[in-house]
């Protein structure tokens, strides 16, 4: 048989399968437990083969207390350019988010970006600052979510950021306009200039 045990405490017999064993600790274990996983054979006579190597691994169930906020939506297409105000729209299909963290990630931390629950990527972080670049190429009347997780090593989740969102509108305006003139206010002639025709004035109104 395969012993499995945790440092010396004997945990029970693996399950075998030809080269190959498995075992399901049973025990619940706390924040912050380090197990050391060996293996022994056994024979019927209760010899023990000499431990494998041990394989350690410690319990971490403490979620991160860093928390992060989403500071910004990034435009970088069209007439209009810059910050997208939360809430508001964007004709911009491949949008950059930023924002900052309340300290510095510790080891084995990351900055994780959702769109809602959807879990996009990880946030390139310089001190307390992060951002990333969207790389979806979003729709037409698509609104965006964007919220920000701080993950440790062991997988667990700090508290979710509050979402900074916008939606991409691409439809143009139906509504038309049109110059109906142009108003000379200079010289000897003034009034409404005649389309195609000529003004004296350097500062017209239209």
Known sequence: TVRVYDGSILLGTAT???TTWTFADTRTLTNGTTVSYTARVADTA???STAGTAYT???DTAAPTTTGTVTAITDNTGFIQ???ASGTTTDDTSLSTSGTLSTSL???ETARVYDGSTYLGDATVSGTNWSYSDTRTLTDGQ???YKIRVSD????????????TATVDLTAPTLTAAVTAI???AGAVTGTVANGGTTDDTSLSV
């Open 82 to 84: 810059g910050t997208v």
């Open 143 to 145: 609104t965006v979510s």
């Open 183 to 185: 108003t000379d206010n």
């Open 106 to 108: 510790a080891a084995g």
């Open 16 to 18: 075998v399968s030809g």
């Open 46 to 48: 209760g010899n023990l």
């Open 57 to 59: 691994v410690t319990v």
């Open 153 to 164: 090593a062991a997988g667990n989740l700090g508290a979710v950021s509050t979402a900074y």
